[in-house]
């Protein structure tokens, strides 16, 4: 049920059976990533676990039990984990309709274009009391081996009995991709080499080194995917459009997936290799920069996820009825051969074959099904400029229900086994949606909606407009969180992955206007509470404009995040603040930016010196102290 925040000297129990109530540390929510599962009240966060919000991952991904289970351990018994099944209350009553033929989904957002002007994850923490938790940092584990995609053994009761994999053909690559690309001057073989190089393995993330490849920019995704039940396989053909911005004679895709069978460029067989996610591809005849380009990679085989330490399990996902992907940060490769990085966003087309009884939902707009014999084939376009870690596809059965919050088409879709929660899933969503777009400003996309599927990864991921929540039905803060992110890490996405706070600080700070806008507590009633904490509390460290890969998902990312946002409108005032926060949206919608950026704008705004206040809330080790 949903609860405002405690008093300072209560100590309730975590929130939210599946997801203790922190969206801020579980949006993946660790529950989820999507926030992390906030240091509940009297209760010190077990050390490693991812905080879930968006991508909230407390320092590791941890289980929704587990975590209760730590609370209660760490305070003395005296925090108790919410019974299982116990939700949060419906909010405000949306107009949703029951479960949708294909059809009335299609028809739903047909009629109305996205609004005119233009074309994230994890839960929300209860803010704990004033008193003293215990000191944060224990020892670092040593690294945890990453498992290579299908080697995970987190889902083994998802999976079912080892069975033999068929020989799934992959389908055909669309028509436009097997035309050659017009014949320019042959060149004599030796000529060849000495136009360009190959493309770079990797974009320099500092925590992703090899997310990402250099020497081209790709504009489109085509991904045409047959699943089989029986094997849990699938034959894909995904095709890529982009171009080049040096000459190539060789470039690099990231891909751990399955077996590869074909791969072309420009319709023209192409050589590959494969050395651990780089595939690399070289051309028939180098690219030259500025050459628009197709690439076509068809794989066959079982996708599956990737377990990596502190970053949990993710990627593609198997479940009881088909198989969902939540890919932050770097999971996309697991299923898709793409370039892995946030700052080459492009759009996608999804066309999915699965067996009668099963559907598929991807995000963006449903584009039809077609039935044929026993398969029925689901298209889905997403026309806005998307993150690779943010493209999503569900298989499974799934109760679907349609409606709008105002002109934007909300669909939504929850597994059977969370048939009770799909109407409260639907009106909360419309309820966040429209409350957030007078906060925020204009929607960024042409849809909205969500999916509860089963993996108990008990954690949330913000999708591009379709969050999933993979094991358990959200709460309003929940919501609240992930739609946040629709503006704040899915329209404007990073440009480097060290400014996660960018995305996750401003979903949780979000949780806190939800709050505050029903009166049940006021955005610095919460700041206020968690900054007496003490100077050891998780709260505070590591920085969150530089948490390190290991903490990518910490605690400190969503809380303190969210803190330094407020310290900001405290220092501005609520007209400049809210100015800032809108037009940092507007401005930067479809693309991808920095903290440099962002503060550089809440100077301009505001009219006031700001670098102090970013650099001590955002980069200095402890407790913030003067700024």
Same mark, same amino acid.
Request: charged share 20%.
């Given at each position: 049920?949903?609860?405002?925040?405690?008093?300072?000297?209560?100590?309730?129990?975590?929130?939210?059976?599946?997801?203790?109530?922190?969206?801020?540390?579980?949006? #993946?929510?660790?529950?989820?990533?999507?926030?992390?599962?906030?240091?509940?009240?009297?209760?010190?966060?077990?050390?490693?676990?991812?905080?879930?919000?968006?991508?909230?991952?407390?320092? !590791?991904?941890?289980?929704?039990?587990?975590?209760?289970?730590?609370?209660?351990?760490?305070?003395?018994? *005296?925090?108790?984990?919410?019974?299982?099944?116990?939700?949060?209350?419906?909010?405000?009553?949306?107009?949703?309709?029951?479960?949708?033929?294909?059809? /009335?989904?299609?028809? &739903?957002?047909?009629?109305?274009?996205?609004?005119?002007?233009?074309?994230?994850?994890?839960?929300?923490?209860?803010?704990?009391?004033?008193?003293?938790?215990?000191?944060?940092?224990?020892?670092?584990?040593?690294?945890?081996?990453?498992?290579?995609?299908?080697?995970?053994?987190?889902?083994?009761?998802? /999976?079912?009995?080892?069975?033999?994999?068929?020989?799934?053909?992959?389908?055909?690559?669309?028509?436009?991709?097997?035309?050659?690309?017009?014949?320019?001057?042959?060149?004599?073989?030796?000529?060849?080499?000495?136009?360009?190089?190959?493309?770079?393995?990797?974009?320099?993330?500092?925590?992703?080194?090899?997310? !990402?490849?250099?020497?081209?920019?790709?504009?489109?995704?085509?991904?045409?995917?047959?699943?089989?039940?029986?094997?849990?396989?699938?034959?894909?053909?995904?095709?890529?459009?982009?171009?080049?911005?040096?000459?190539?004679?060789?470039?690099?895709?990231?891909? #751990?997936?399955?077996?590869?069978?074909?791969?072309?460029?420009?319709?023209?067989?192409?050589?590959?290799?494969?050395?651990?996610?780089?595939?690399?591809?070289?051309?028939?005849?180098?690219?030259?920069?500025?050459?628009?380009?197709?690439?076509?990679?068809?794989?066959?085989?079982?996708?599956?996820?990737?377990?990596?330490?502190?970053?949990?399990?993710?990627?593609?996902?198997?479940?009881?009825? !088909?198989?969902?992907?939540?890919?932050?940060?770097?999971?996309?490769?697991?299923?898709?051969?793409?370039?892995?990085?946030?700052?080459?966003?492009?759009?996608?087309?999804?066309?999915?074959?699965?067996?009668?009884?099963?559907?598929?939902?991807?995000?963006?707009?449903?584009?039809?099904?077609?039935?044929?014999? !026993?398969?029925?084939?689901?298209?889905?376009?997403?026309?806005?400029?998307?993150?690779?870690?943010?493209?999503?596809? *569900?298989?499974?059965?799934?109760?679907? #229900?349609?409606?709008?919050?105002?002109?934007?088409?909300?669909?939504?879709?929850?597994?059977?086994?969370?048939?009770?929660?799909?109407?409260?899933?639907?009106?909360?969503?419309?309820?966040?949606?429209?409350?957030?777009?007078?906060?925020?400003?204009?929607?960024?996309?042409?849809?909205?909606?969500?999916?509860?599927?089963?993996?108990?990864?008990?954690?949330?991921?913000?999708?591009?407009?379709?969050?999933?929540?993979?094991?358990?039905?959200?709460?309003? /803060?929940?919501?609240?969180?992930?739609?946040?992110?629709?503006?704040?890490?899915?329209?404007?996405?990073?440009?480097?992955?060290?400014?996660?706070?960018?995305?996750?600080?401003?979903?949780?700070?979000?949780?806190?206007?939800?709050?505050?806008?029903?009166?049940?507590?006021?955005?610095?009633?919460?700041?206020?509470?968690?900054?007496?904490?003490?100077?050891?509390?998780?709260?505070?460290?590591?920085?969150?404009?530089?948490?390190?890969?290991?903490?990518?998902?910490?605690?400190?990312?969503?809380? #303190?995040?969210?803190?330094?946002?407020?310290?900001?409108?405290?220092?501005?005032?609520?007209?400049?603040?809210?100015?800032?926060?809108?037009?940092?949206?507007?401005?930067?919608?479809?693309?991808?930016?920095?903290?440099?950026?962002?503060?550089?704008?809440?100077?301009?705004?505001?009219?006031?010196?700001?670098?102090?206040?970013?650099?001590?809330?955002?980069?200095? &080790?402890?407790?913030?102290?003067?700024?």
């Amino acid at each position: 049920m949903t609860r405002a925040a405690p008093p300072a000297d209560s100590r309730p129990g975590p929130r939210c059976s599946a997801a203790f109530s922190t969206a801020a540390v579980n949006d #993946r929510q660790g529950v989820g990533k999507g926030r992390p599962g906030l240091p509940a009240p009297g209760g010190r966060p077990q050390q490693g676990g991812r905080v879930n919000g968006s991508s909230g991952r407390a320092q !590791g991904r941890v289980t929704a039990a587990a975590t209760a289970a730590a609370l209660v351990v760490a305070a003395g018994g *005296a925090a108790a984990a919410a019974p299982p099944g116990r939700r949060a209350a419906p909010a405000p009553a949306g107009k949703a309709r029951a479960a949708a033929p294909d059809a /009335e989904i299609a028809a &739903s957002c047909a009629p109305v274009a996205p609004p005119a002007g233009g074309p994230a994850h994890r839960r929300r923490a209860v803010p704990p009391p004033e008193g003293a938790l215990p000191p944060a940092s224990p020892p670092p584990a040593p690294a945890e081996p990453v498992t290579p995609p299908g080697a995970s053994t987190a889902l083994d009761d998802c /999976e079912g009995p080892s069975l033999p994999r068929p020989r799934i053909v992959p389908p055909a690559p669309p028509a436009a991709a097997l035309v050659p690309a017009p014949a320019g001057p042959k060149a004599a073989g030796p000529a060849r080499e000495k136009i360009g190089g190959p493309g770079a393995a990797g974009l320099g993330d500092a925590y992703f080194k090899d997310a !990402g490849n250099g020497g081209y920019d790709v504009s489109h995704y085509d991904v045409a995917l047959t699943y089989d039940a029986g094997s849990r396989g699938v034959a894909a053909t995904v095709t890529i459009t982009a171009k080049a911005t040096e000459d190539l004679s060789a470039f690099n895709l990231d891909f #751990r997936g399955p077996k590869i069978v074909k791969t072309l460029v420009g319709g023209r067989p192409a050589a590959r290799s494969r050395k651990g996610q780089e595939l690399t591809l070289t051309p028939a005849a180098p690219l030259r920069a500025g050459r628009a380009f197709t690439a076509v990679v068809q794989y066959a085989g079982r996708p599956g996820p990737v377990r990596a330490g502190s970053l949990g399990t993710y990627g593609w996902v198997p479940t009881k009825d !088909g198989a969902i992907v939540v890919a932050e940060p770097d999971g996309a490769p697991t299923w898709l051969p793409v370039n892995d990085h946030p700052r080459d966003k492009a759009t996608y087309a999804f066309h999915v074959k699965v067996p009668n009884g099963l559907r598929a939902l991807a995000n963006g707009k449903p584009a039809g099904s077609v039935r044929k014999g !026993g398969a029925t084939t689901y298209h889905w376009r997403e026309t806005s400029p998307m993150a690779s870690y943010l493209a999503m596809v *569900a298989i499974g059965k799934f109760q679907v #229900r349609t409606g709008r919050a105002g002109k934007i088409p909300v669909i939504t879709a929850v597994d059977p086994k969370y048939a009770a929660d799909a109407k409260r899933l639907q009106s909360t969503t419309v309820a966040a949606l429209k409350w957030e777009q007078k906060v925020f400003g204009r929607y960024p996309f042409a849809t909205s909606g969500g999916i509860v599927d089963d993996p108990r990864l008990d954690y949330a991921l913000e999708s591009q407009e379709r969050p999933v929540y993979a094991g358990f039905a959200p709460d309003e /803060e929940f919501v609240v969180h992930e739609l946040a992110h629709q503006w704040f890490g899915d329209s404007v996405s990073l440009s480097r992955w060290q400014d996660i706070w960018l995305n996750e600080g401003f979903a949780t700070y979000a949780e806190w206007l939800w709050q505050e806008r029903g009166h049940a507590d006021t955005a610095k009633g919460i700041y206020d509470r968690y900054y007496r904490q003490p100077a050891d509390s998780p709260i505070f460290s590591p920085p969150p404009g530089r948490p390190g890969r290991s903490s990518l998902f910490g605690f400190s990312v969503y809380i #303190r995040g969210a803190m330094a946002l407020q310290a900001l409108r405290q220092r501005v005032g609520d007209k400049a603040f809210f100015t800032i926060l809108k037009r940092w949206a507007a401005t930067r919608a479809g693309g991808s930016a920095t903290t440099p950026e962002f503060a550089a704008l809440a100077e301009k705004v505001s009219g006031k010196k700001l670098d102090r206040l970013f650099q001590v809330w955002l980069y200095q &080790s402890g407790k913030p102290r003067k700024w």
